[in-house]
């Protein structure tokens, strides 16, 4: 989605603090500056450059009359707020307890083992991002995962390794 | 050209759904995209539109597309209503979910949509909230508290700006039934919105809505807009949370929308009295709320005419995990566990004998089958040592380690705390090594800082498998009676649970101590 963004991010250039100002002062223009917004503007952030880089905060935290502090700990609170950017793929594989009666765990050993990463990691050419998510709201058909945009249900380890080959082509 | 009907819910979606109604499209049928009816078995489900009526096949693959419209596709169903899993239910709040388009305001409207908002606006609030409150809708969101004191009590406060919010947080596995009518008949949700925002002195209202669920949030987003001359000057709008399950808790959910970490609040002051920005604040469960439009077009009492006890009305049950028919079962309270997971659910998927069931989400007890007689109903559930919660059910077969599953409950409270108390911040971390401990079976021997020749009153020798659970069971009492809110104060459910009702999965040290500690 954000790929080209995050290619850059990748590669190392962090000169982008005039960027980040410009989108602040874009989005409080659609948004307002009260604190309430501050959700909404990181989503929005995150939407955008694929990540909340740290840069970022004493933007945002300028706009909204917050305290750099204050901005700083609601992005490290929600754990949807990532610091580093994600690989060009991410896929999130459902950890809760209706999936885990449904055989989650060997779907877990098989993408750890087949990626070569743990739940969290991104792979070192930035391809893909292996992630844990607890419960998408589709417990009776699980084990479920999220790839990229796509919800898919009924995985098994097969379906898994087929799905992770495309994503690797 | 022949209407086809194809549910667009993220769960057949995720089964394949978009490729059916593609491969129908182009073999020349006219398809509505719908909610899903909610028994995903069936999923993708097609429905035709046949000189009998609609006549449903499930599931299809894309490639049958043919098939299903000359009508010879082997998975014909006939009439889905007529299915045993839906001619059973009692559907209130989702009688629409599945039938019609979900976007569609004419459809809605010739389905008995807004009749419950025209009344409600035709009568003073207070009538309103005596509706809401001789119905004895009680929230659906856990706590099980009678939904029209609720109301009367934000009524009441003082203050001429005041809020209505709808948590739609769903975090707990096993449950899906907010996302099913969000994505289903999300103008069902706006009406019981608006009614709200009627009776007690609201004109905005915010849904929250789990990051997790893309579908519902684009749905709501748009039928937001499109119905919003006809609940105006009610105003109404979308927050998507960012993945904190805690956020489901309603003081939390209100410093989020706030824009602040999701941390829960002290209580008193109530939500009611003193909640979104300082203000008066109605949060309910989308269900509750989503059960408002039928209690004012149909009348509170036709509501509390069916149900059990002090559980009136219908309940929306989720059947979730290892189960075969697994889905959205709306009945009337009731109804006993056993017949929810066996005859209704036909029991495991994997066809193994059913071992536990987990009732309420994360933080709800495990029970054996020997327990399947306990009849679906707040009070039972309490007495029995559990919750209904938000009524999901997860079924697991005789392969779950229960032991790995209390460790599982330790292990989210302490991904998931807030991190404003410490039973629950710390407590559920010491939990997970005391069970990681008890799993491997070896016995503690006392660490550094224990043997410090200052530490007088603490046993130096090696801790056997008893006194570490006696040690966890007094954990969960401190975690139960110490934190703030039910995610510190709950995880002792499922882990005593787990504990009391599967000793032998805790070793063979477990099963003397439990009956010693019940007494
Ligand atoms: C940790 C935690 C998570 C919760 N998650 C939810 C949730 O996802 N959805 C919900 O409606 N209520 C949730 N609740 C309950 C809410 O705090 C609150 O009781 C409920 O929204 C009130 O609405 P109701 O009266 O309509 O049930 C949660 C509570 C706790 C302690
Ligand atoms: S019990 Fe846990 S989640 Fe609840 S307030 Fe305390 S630390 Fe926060
Ligand atoms: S538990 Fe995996 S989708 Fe709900």
Redesign the interface.
Known sequence: MNATRNDRSIAGDATHADDYAAVVARLVEDMGG???????M??ALQEEFGYIDDLMVPAVASA?NLSRA?VH??VT?????RRRPLGRHRVRLCR???????GAAAVERTATERLGLRMGETSPDGRVTLDA??????????P?AMID??????IDPATLDRLLGDLMR | MTRVYVSQDMAAVALGADAVAEALANAGADVVRTGSRGLFRLEPLVEVEMPEGRVGFGPVAAADAALVLDGSHPARLGDVAAVPFFARQQRFTFVRCGVIDPLSLDDYEAHGGWRGLAAARAMPPQAAIDAVKASGLRGRGGAGFPTGIKWQTVHDAPGSTKYVVCNADEGDSGTFADRLLMEGDPFCLIEGMAIAGHAVGAERGYIYIRSEYPFAIRTMREAIARAASIVAPFVLEVRVGAGAYVCGEETAMLDSIEGKRGEVRAKPPLPAIAGLFGRPTVINNVLSLAAVPFILSKGGEAYAAIGFGRSRGTMPVQLAGNVRNGGLFETGFGITLGELVMDIGGGTESGRPVKAVQVGGPLGAYFPPSMFDLPFDYEAFAAAGGLIGHAGITVFDDTVDMAHMARFAMEFCAHESCGKCTPCRIGSTRGVELIDRLIAGEDRAADAVERLPQMRNIARGTRPAEEEIELLRDLCDTMKFGSLCALGGFTPYPVLSALDHFPQDFGAAAAPISSAAAE
């Open positions: 009260e604190q309430t917004v501050l959700l909404p990181l989503h909204l204050d700990g609601v609170f929600y754990h949807d707020f809760a307890e209706s999936c885990q009666a449904r998510v607890y419960c998408l709201g589709l417990c009776a058909t699980g479920n945009d796509v919800p898919v249900s009924r």
